[in-house]
């Protein structure tokens, strides 16, 4: 597992937020947290890094009681594999 960190606007992997391994930046407004985009370097490319970020941001996003709007086409994919993630996705009120 790595460690993941929780900067201002993203969730990284690395020794600094400007200058990370690996990164989930978002967004927030209120209580929906827009995930717009995930990098992850060559040398953590095939360890799982950004599930691994995603699964810290969801887990972050449970704790504060908000819901994700996704934006990255990767966290779009990975949403939309599995139920794991149906609690913490908003949906769009009719």
């Given at each position: 597992m790595l460690t993941i960190k929780?900067?201002?606007?993203?969730?990284?992997?690395?020794?600094s937020e400007s200058a990370p391994l690996a990164e989930m930046i978002f967004s927030a407004d209120k209580d929906i947290i827009t995930i717009e985009h995930t990098f992850v370097s060559d040398e953590l490319r095939g360890q799982g890094a950004g599930r691994q970020l995603l699964q810290k941001l969801a887990a972050w996003v449970r704790a504060e009681n908000?819901?994700?709007v996704a934006v990255c086409p990767f966290v779009k994919k990975e949403i939309t594999k599995s139920q794991?993630?149906?609690?913490?996705l908003y949906q769009i009120p009719n």
């Open positions: 929780k900067g201002s606007k993203s969730f990284y992997i690395g020794d908000k819901k994700i794991e993630y149906e609690d913490v």
